[in-house]
């Protein structure tokens, strides 16, 4: 049986207590964003990176590590990419044990 689109979407809500983590690392991106763009006080977006862009902070060195010869926007690529890894990581394991 065939459903609608709009009943088998998710709502915001739902995709947000879903995946915490992966919210928090789109908010450190535009905190990031917002201070590298000089937009609202810089003291708190510093603060917003700080605290929620660990995943980033944790692999800020692995693509110079895997590839050394990398420059410029690869190496931004693989910084963004790599960083993602222990959001989704924290978001399966927040998910196993919310479905407990």
């Given at each position: 049986?065939?459903?609608?689109?709009?009943s088998?979407?998710?709502?915001?809500?739902?995709?947000?207590?879903?995946n915490?983590?992966?919210?928090?690392?789109?908010l450190?991106g535009?905190?990031?964003?917002?201070?590298?763009?000089?937009v609202?006080?810089n003291?708190i977006?510093?603060?917003?990176?700080?605290?929620?862009?660990?995943?980033?902070?944790?692999?800020?060195?692995?693509?110079?590590?895997?590839?050394?010869?990398?420059t410029?926007?690869?190496?931004?690529?693989?910084?963004?990419?790599?960083?993602l890894?222990?959001?989704?990581l924290?978001?399966?394991?927040?998910r196993h044990?919310?479905?407990?």
């Amino acid at each position: 049986m065939m459903r609608s689109r709009a009943s088998s979407s998710r709502s915001l809500t739902e995709m947000i207590r879903d995946n915490p983590f992966l919210c928090a690392a789109f908010l450190a991106g535009l905190a990031l964003a917002a201070m590298e763009a000089d937009v609202g006080s810089n003291a708190i977006l510093e603060l917003m990176w700080t605290v929620l862009g660990f995943g980033f902070h944790l692999t800020s060195s692995w693509p110079q590590k895997i590839m050394p010869e990398a420059t410029g926007w690869l190496i931004m690529a693989m910084g963004f990419v790599l960083g993602l890894i222990p959001y989704l990581l924290a978001d399966i394991v927040w998910r196993h044990i919310r479905n407990r």
